[in-house]
């Protein structure tokens, strides 16, 4: 509903400011009709071009009034506190004022007769009153529509304040000059001689001057915003959200005592009591013996796929999706990333995996990415056991498409009730081949006996997709979400499960002695067929009777802490689209708290503190939002708690304007990004950072430093 209702205030408005136009054009051009019959014509026709826009400025006012009674203030409080104000303002003007004077005119024009117009009906026709309404409404839609485009959410004084003032002044020069026209009528008739060239030019110079003008502040915006060569990854401005205080209330909190954290350069040579931690100090085991030894070595490769079509992709170790990491809890785990010829660099991400803070493979943050040539070693215990999968993180983008990633799976320490068949299924688009389950982009059949356990691992890779997958044939359990297991899932049959970026299920179930088929987006042929003989084909038809929903699955059990709990520190993310300006290129953006990087917020926090953050997404499209490092406990999406089995996550799929609570512990301290996984938005500048009180980054990005995490 938000989605609808959104956009049809918007077209109104887009609408509105077409019609604006014109109706004011067409006020303006009464004076320079020939006779006072056709005077009387045009006059009685601008009566619909009043009509018209207020029914859009109506339109646009009521669907944000549905707004406001369905949504919170975040969703609207720009809308009903700021638009619908300018809205009605210039509705008042056009119908108080000059509706009134345009019957007025109408009526003293009646007799349409074949003479040019007198000086009274003139000067009318030129009435400051009657004119200039139809120009102010004309700019206010033009303001309304800057406000949609660039929406003063949070709530900033200053960018209220310019738009306004100029819009006052503009407004006033529109009146000043509407008055003038009013007496030259008085004082001649040459003001009614339409000199269509003159006015073009006239119009043309005017908007040349408005142009320059405006282009000095935007120039100066372009130029403010171009990145410097190198850059801290804690350059953000600090966020220290709201703090609990010995009463129990949330205050806004007082970033006094915490302006090292700004610090934009730091030196890994400076002891750690000068300035802080260095991230490169929290790091995994260094020494031991590791019980599981990885080698990855990125470079590019042509792999066929099933079909024998032929993809040009980065990979590691020459295979797609790069091989397959299986440890054990407990395990201590090194993996050694070797660069062979990516040109652009690389790092390992393990996504979901809550690493210690130097080993999370982010370049700029903490390591530098490897280059051709180089290498990097990580090393880990792995506490968690559950799905997961790692990914470059440099220039993530361009190395996830093309293919730097596989999947990472940790299993438990003992190999108790282990499933017959344990299959990843992990989804790709390849470019130039379409989507693949794994190296198969044609239907894959799979040998499995009836009565055999059999696990499915869910892990979508692709960039800005919400895939569907839909198990027919047998009834399964959805057993964990991003790595963590559910408590007590109830049996599920033709549920629909929707998979953003990022995000993973783990599904269970035993195989019946008839096939069972797992359809990826409802394509027949692309998915996999498992049956007791290995054969057959996939069902004629793929209909899922309902969507899985996690807010409501399973059973209830004992969590560290709920929504009950006394949080420590409180914060706000709202989500949304503005105009802005981004390394020096202005377009529409997607924002958090109405910032790109390297201007958005870092949540500052300190260990052992109770995290909760309340993210709004107010923008057109879905954000699964990537915390690093931590595994949030979902309270509530859109003011419903969520019930049933305690639902965790670390990629969460925030739709065009739904509100999540969630909460998590501060207790693996370092600086940890927090993005949107559609990685074209994190490119873009929709990432921010978690930033522990005490902790510092000796790395930078830039076109300097080879460090382009996104």
Avoid at 428 to 439: I, K, N, R
Avoid at 599 to 622: C, F, H, Q, W
Wanted: glycine share 8%; proline share 6%; hydrophobic share 45%.
């Amino acid at each position: 509903m938000y989605s609808v209702l959104t956009n049809i205030s918007q077209a109104m408005l887009f609408l509105l400011l077409i019609f604006g136009l014109i109706a004011a054009n067409k006020a303006s051009k009464l004076i320079f009709s020939p006779t006072e019959m056709e005077l009387h014509r045009r006059a009685r026709k601008l009566r619909f071009w009043t009509i018209l826009p207020s029914i859009l400025a109506a339109g646009s006012i009521a669907a944000d009034a549905l707004l406001a009674a369905i949504s919170p203030p975040v969703f609207w409080m720009d809308r009903l506190l700021l638009r619908t104000p300018l809205a009605l303002l210039a509705l008042a003007l056009l119908w108080l004022m000059a509706w009134p004077r345009l019957r007025m005119l109408i009526q003293r024009t009646q007799s349409q007769r074949e003479l040019a117009p007198d000086m009274p009906r003139r000067r009318h026709a030129t009435d400051t009153a009657l004119v200039a309404p139809y120009k102010w409404l004309a700019l206010t839609a033009a303001i309304l529509i800057y406000f949609v485009l660039s929406p003063p959410v949070p709530f900033l004084m200053v960018e209220i304040a310019i738009p306004l003032t100029t819009m006052l002044f503009v407004g006033s020069l529109l009146w000043m000059h509407q008055s003038s026209r009013n007496a030259a009528a008085a004082a001649s008739d040459a003001v009614a001689v339409y000199r269509p060239w003159s006015r073009r030019v006239r119009i043309t110079g005017a908007a040349a001057v408005a142009c320059a003008v405006l282009s000095v502040p935007l120039l100066i915006a372009m130029d403010t915003s171009r990145h410097p060569g190198s850059l801290s990854m804690m350059a953000g401005k600090p966020d220290y959200g709201m703090i609990r205080e010995p009463n129990g209330k949330l205050v806004k909190a007082a970033p006094a005592g915490h302006a090292h954290h700004s610090l934009p350069v730091v030196s890994a040579t400076l002891k750690s009591d000068e300035i802080g931690v260095p991230v490169t100090a929290l790091s995994g085991p260094q020494e031991g013996t590791p019980d599981r030894s990885f080698t990855l070595t990125a470079k590019k490769a042509s792999v066929a796929l099933s079909s024998g079509k032929m993809v040009d992709v980065w990979t590691y170790n020459g295979q797609l999706p790069g091989p397959e990491i299986r440890v054990r809890k407990g395990d201590l785990v090194e993996v050694t990333l070797y660069n062979e010829d990516i040109e652009d660099g690389a790092t390992l991400h393990w996504h979901g995996l809550d690493v210690p803070n130097a080993e999370d493979g982010v370049a700029g943050a903490t390591q530098d990415a490897v280059m051709p040539g180089g290498s990097h070693t990580y090393r880990f215990i792995a506490e968690q056991v559950g799905t997961f999968w790692y990914h470059s993180h440099q220039h993530s983008k361009e190395a996830v498409e093309k293919g730097l990633f596989g999947a990472l799976i940790v299993e438990p320490a003992k190999a108790d009730l282990q499933s017959d068949h344990d299959i990843v299924v992990l989804t790709h688009v390849w470019e130039g081949a379409g989507t693949a389950v794994g190296s198969y982009d044609t239907l894959q059949r799979m040998q499995i006996g009836a009565g055999e356990r059999v696990k499915l691992r869910f892990i979508q890779t692709d960039n800005w997709v919400r895939r569907s997958y839909t198990l027919s044939g047998t009834p399964f359990k959805v057993t964990a979400i991003d790595g963590v297991d559910l408590n007590e899932p109830e049996l599920l049959e033709n549920a629909d499960l929707i998979l953003t970026t990022g995000g993973r299920y783990d599904v269970e179930f035993i195989m019946p002695a008839a096939p069972v088929y797992l359809s990826v987006d409802g394509n027949r042929e692309r998915g996999i067929l498992m049956s007791a003989d290995g054969s057959g084909d996939a069902p004629k038809t793929i209909r899922p009777a309902s969507v899985f929903d996690p807010t409501h699955y399973g059973k209830e059990a004992p969590t560290p802490f709920d929504a009950s709990s006394d949080f420590d520190r409180a914060f706000t993310m709202i989500l949304d689209n503005r105009l802005a300006f981004f390394n020096g290129v202005p377009a529409l953006y997607d924002t958090i708290n109405g910032k790109v990087f390297p201007d958005t917020p870092m949540y500052m926090v300190k260990e052992g503190e109770l995290i909760k953050t309340t993210i709004y997404n107010r923008s057109a499209v879905d954000h699964p939002m990537h915390l690093h490092g931590h595994h949030m406990l979902v309270l509530s999406r859109n003011g419903e708690p969520v019930t049933g089995s305690p639902w965790w996550s670390d990629t969460l799929d925030v739709l065009s304007g739904e509100v999540y609570e969630v909460a998590y512990l501060a207790n693996n301290p370092g600086v940890w990004m927090d993005h949107c996984h559609n990685l074209q938005h994190a490119a873009a500048g929709m990432t921010m950072h978690l930033m522990y009180e005490g902790v510092t980054s000796p790395f930078q990005i830039g076109v300097e430093t080879h460090n382009h995490p996104e």
